[in-house]
Structures are given as structure tokens and as C-alpha cells.
């Protein structure tokens, strides 16, 4: 049986147990609630995180207003990566982001250590619908945030300017 079957059956019996006044007053308050609800209820609900880098080192790990990210491999020239965690509720003014630089092996032997970095940028303003919260690392530890509906489709042209190769059906 599924669960909307079995909700619809509790409702039921709940229902054939109380009294009429009762199932009105129940009525009038799930309507009230739904209205108020919809009409004085924030528009957006919770964002993905997606988390994606042009950088040629490894992100260990991101994290937007104390919400954690994914982590993203380093850019081969080609995938940009797209980590998604959430859905959190993104809020405020302002964006704070930690992210930690790891390394590859090859760098792990040219001596690069880990490096941890914050950055605090202006909340982009988020329209209805947009419910990915694109963090983009560029070379040079530079961020590019922004709110979208899809994260890969809206941000296609900046990911072009740093394709250096191409693959099959791009």
C-alpha cells in the first residue's frame, strides 16, 4: 500500500471520529494555514549548493554561510565539476564562503600545502524558481556567486571562456 493511500485512510478515521463542529473548526484552520502560508511565507524555499572550479587545484571542501558545500577535483579543461549538497536555507546581506585548496599528488610533491581561505561577498539577489546557489572558484582563489535555476545551463558562457579542450557532443 502506499503512504498516500494509508494518510488518506487515517484521515478517514480520524474524520468518522469526530464530531461535525469538530471537523469544521479542523477544516477552517488547515484552510487559514495554507492561505497564510501561501500569501506571507518566503517565496523561496531551501538552495543547493553547487559547488564548481576552473582552478588546477582540488577543492577539499566549501562552505556558504556555515552551510557545507561539496568539494570539486581540479579542472582538467574541460568538466568544471558540480558538486550539490542542501537544500539549506541561504539567508542575509551577505555570503560568507570558506573553502580549503587541497592538492593533487603531483603538487603534493612539488611541495603545495593546504590553504584555507574566506571571502565575504554581497548576496546576488534571488529570483523565484532559482533554487542553486552556484559557487564558481577562478584561478587565482577569485569567486563567482550567483543564484540559478540550473547552475550548468545559466553559467555555460563563463565555463567557456576557460575551456581549454573539448569533448564529445560540446
Known amino acids: 500500500?502506499?503512504?498516500?493511500?494509508?494518510?488518506?485512510?487515517?484521515?478517514?478515521?480520524?474524520?468518522?471520529?469526530?464530531?461535525?463542529?469538530?471537523?469544521?473548526?479542523?477544516?477552517?484552520?488547515?484552510?487559514?494555514?495554507?492561505?497564510?502560508?501561501?500569501?506571507?511565507q518566503e517565496r523561496h524555499g531551501g538552495a543547493s549548493i553547487i559547488v564548481m572550479s576552473v582552478m588546477d587545484r582540488p577543492i577539499s571542501y566549501a562552505s556558504v554561510n556555515g552551510n557545507m558545500g561539496g568539494n570539486a577535483f581540479e579542472f582538467n579543461g574541460l568538466n568544471v565539476g558540480g558538486k550539490t549538497a542542501g537544500p539549506y536555507r541561504i539567508t542575509g546581506d551577505t555570503a560568507k564562503i570558506d573553502w580549503e585548496l587541497d592538492m593533487t599528488l603531483e603538487q603534493a610533491k612539488a611541495g603545495y600545502k593546504f590553504e584555507k581561505h574566506t571571502v565575504t561577498l554581497p548576496m546576488p539577489k534571488r529570483e523565484k524558481g532559482q533554487n542553486d546557489f552556484c559557487v564558481l572558484f577562478l584561478p587565482d582563489n577569485e569567486l563567482l556567486i550567483r543564484w540559478a535555476f540550473s547552475c550548468h545551463i545559466d553559467m555555460k558562457d563563463v565555463f567557456d571562456k576557460y575551456r581549454t579542450r573539448r569533448g564529445r557532443g560540446i
Open 1 to 40: 500500500m502506499s503512504s498516500a493511500r494509508n494518510m488518506i485512510e487515517i484521515v478517514t478515521a480520524v474524520c468518522k471520529v469526530l464530531p461535525r463542529w469538530a471537523r469544521w473548526v479542523t477544516g477552517v484552520f488547515v484552510v487559514l494555514w495554507l492561505g497564510w502560508s501561501y500569501l506571507f
